[in-house]
């Protein structure tokens, strides 16, 4: 008579006598997926559980097997265990702390008074190869906490006591594999074998805990993937991404800079604040297209501002404070509470609603200085970003409205692939459950009724209500968090926002925060990744390098740069005594969107020749032909060439 049921993802069922554990079902179901699990997941959870876990009765069982989109949580769980065996096998003196799975892989804490060259890496690989080799078993046993503090202070292993010491329970997980093993949750491997591929990367100092008050320790990072195949492409995109590096390429193409006297707070050249007031002018198109009106507030605002809004109990450590005339203000870290201030000058009815406000505003935020990278973290900057004031019954469209604006600003800048996220309820936050279970509720039903695939981000929500996460995948298979949509009740409800509604009644709007592009410097940062320096023409500091190949040329050139600057084309010059092709190599560097070079033949027939981005140079444009060319290129924000799109390939001559 069976007593336990599991219910698979397609609906179907299996029975069982006694409670099952994962791969129990798997075997049941047959010997090669038995094989290839690697855990599981229950229900709507997407926490992958250890394949030694028993199932709950009527439980839903997802099986995870080597193939599944979870699979490398498993196996660098599992790898980063390996790695620390093959670290005490080659110096046993070496104590071991923790070793968690990290976005690209993992990495180990060790405690010894040696320092990791690049030499042990290597042999720490070696040993690793040796140890899957042996294809161990991976073995969980449940020891009790008293056992488990016994067993690590005789072998020295004080890290791992204190651990068990400040856990909240009688029971404790080890997982054995050969004759060590470790401290665990898990999840694991079944044997050693089932991992594939292990690399160590590189090596950094950690405190322990990450207290700078405790002991430093040594940091080993590492990854691990399913086959040499995969990890060789990591290790190719690893090395084009150095290359492709924002920080290299700003300082390559004369975009931005930074300086030790306000660290974290980037200077933009007049080339990079091109691209930057390119991109701004982009969105401000939109702006007109999807009814958004512009705004401007004001830098500075009394803290009792944010104790307000909320950000003064959720946000503080973020904030940047002064005191000016005895009171205490604060420069804005966003710039909702002062939209709420701006919507409360004016009294709304229903048929204001909704009322799309825009701010280009800059922003100041802390940011610990370990933390700060290029323009991707920084300490200033400005968002594209919104806020729409609502009905309930307008949220829908709203949101419906936000997805089709970023799909379509997506798409034009050929960022077509990104995922969405639904980011749940943080711990840290404002606000009743009902207010929450609403909110959630509404980006749910919006995200569903759109069709648009997502996955849940559970308790990464904004302190003042959920949001939509727009994580864009960039050219090298990277995430970038980008755009965002949030939906908040809870400040309209703080600032006592209202509306006019039809039966004369005073309503409360709904707050929906968004962004597209999110901060601007970011944007720039990753988009500069993605292009490898290659902006399109419309956004590129200059569109087109004029090179001559003698004296005689030059006057016809700066008629020709006069002609183009003229019709709105960011045209240089470069009339220098130097050889045409250290010339060409410059303006190359420069990722200068089109090059044209002038000689005798260009003169003579008032023409020019313009060397295009497929590295091919196309002679005998008029300059009404070349100019109306790049005018459609530029105007249409077209991502291609359109002199490579539209005209016959001519051989160089």
């Not at 129990?24 to 699990?37: E, F, N, W």
């Not at 198109?285 to 958004?292: A, F, N, P, R």
């Not at 990464?460 to 995430?479: H, N, Q, T």
């Amino acid at each position: 008579m069976s007593e336990f049921k599991v219910v698979l993802p397609d609906g179907s069922a299996k029975e069982f006598s006694y409670q099952p554990t994962i791969l129990d079902v798997a075997k049941s179901i047959g010997d090669r997926l038995a094989q290839d699990t690697l855990g599981g997941c229950f229900g709507d959870n997407p926490e992958v559980k250890d394949l030694r876990e028993l199932i709950p009765n009527g439980e839903t069982l997802k099986i995870i097997t080597k193939k599944s989109d979870e699979a490398l949580e498993v196996i660098r769980h599992s790898a980063a265990h390996v790695m620390a065996q093959a670290v005490q096998e080659l110096w046993p003196e070496v104590k071991v702390t923790i070793g968690p799975v990290i976005k690209n892989g993992f990495y180990y804490d060790f405690d010894t008074e040696r320092t990791f060259t690049e030499e042990d890496l290597e042999k720490i690989d070696k040993k690793i190869s040796e140890i899957l080799k042996r294809n161990d078993e991976v073995i969980k046993e449940v020891w009790s906490k008293d056992k488990a503090i016994e067993h690590f202070k005789s072998i020295g292993e004080n890290f791992k006591v204190e651990i068990i010491e400040d856990l909240d329970t009688k029971e404790v997980s080890i997982y054995k594999q050969g004759e060590w093993l470790d401290l665990c949750r898990g999840p694991h491997v079944q044997r050693l074998g089932q991992i594939k591929s292990v690399k160590t990367m590189s090596v950094a100092g950690a405190y322990w805990r990450g207290d700078e008050t405790k002991k430093q320790l040594q940091r080993i990072y590492a990854t691990a993937f399913n086959s040499s195949k995969d990890l060789n492409k990591h290790l190719a995109n690893l090395e084009e991404a150095k290359k492709r590096d924002h920080r290299k390429l700003g300082k390559e193409l004369g975009l931005f800079y930074f300086h030790e006297l306000s660290p974290g707070m980037p200077f933009f050249s007049p080339k990079g604040a091109t691209v930057y007031k390119a991109l701004q002018s982009y969105i401000r198109e939109k702006y007109i297209k999807y009814d958004y009106q512009e705004v401007i507030t004001p830098q500075i605002f009394d803290v009792e501002l944010y104790k307000q809004s909320g950000h003064y109990d959720n946000y503080l450590d973020n904030m940047y404070f002064s005191k000016i005339d005895d009171r205490d203000f604060s420069v804005k870290p966003m710039n909702c509470p002062g939209h709420c201030l701006l919507y409360q000058q004016e009294h709304k009815s229903y048929r204001d609603l909704p009322w799309r406000v825009a701010d280009f505003g800059r922003l100041h935020r802390y940011e610990r200085s370990g933390a700060l990278h290029g323009l991707t973290r920084v300490r200033t900057f400005c968002q594209d970003d919104a806020h729409v004031f609502c009905r309930l019954d307008q949220m829908q469209s709203e949101i419906k409205q936000f997805m089709t604006m970023l799909n379509e600003i997506y798409q034009e800048l050929g960022m077509s692939n990104y995922k969405v996220f639904l980011s749940t309820r943080p711990e840290k936050r404002m606000g009743s459950d009902e207010i929450w279970d609403n909110a959630e509720g509404a980006l749910e039903k919006a995200l569903k009724d759109l069709d648009v695939p997502y996955s849940i981000n559970p308790g990464d929500g904004a302190f003042y209500g959920p949001k939509i996460d727009v994580v864009f995948v960039d050219a090298l298979d990277r995430e970038w968090q980008l755009g965002t949509m949030q939906c908040d009740f809870n400040m309209p409800e703080s600032f006592k926002l209202k509306y006019v509604s039809e039966n004369n009644a005073d309503e409360r709007p709904v707050m929906l925060h968004r962004a597209i592009l999110g901060s601007v410097e970011r944007f720039i940062g990753v988009y500069l990744e993605h292009c490898a320096g290659r902006l399109p023409t419309w956004m590129a500091p200059t569109q087109v390098k004029i090179l001559n190949i003698t004296d005689a040329q030059a006057d016809y050139c700066k008629k020709l740069a006069e002609n183009l600057k003229a019709s709105g084309v960011r045209a240089d010059l470069d009339l220098r005594a130097e050889k045409l092709g250290f010339k060409i190599r410059e303006a190359q560097l420069e990722r200068a969107s089109y090059i044209v070079v002038i000689g005798d033949k260009e003169v003579e027939k008032n023409s020019v020749a313009v060397r295009l981005p497929n590295g091919k140079t196309k002679y005998g444009f008029t300059l009404e032909s070349f100019t109306q060319t790049l005018k459609s290129e530029i105007d249409s924000k077209s991502l291609k060439s359109l002199f490579v799109e539209n005209i016959k390939d001519d051989e160089e001559s």
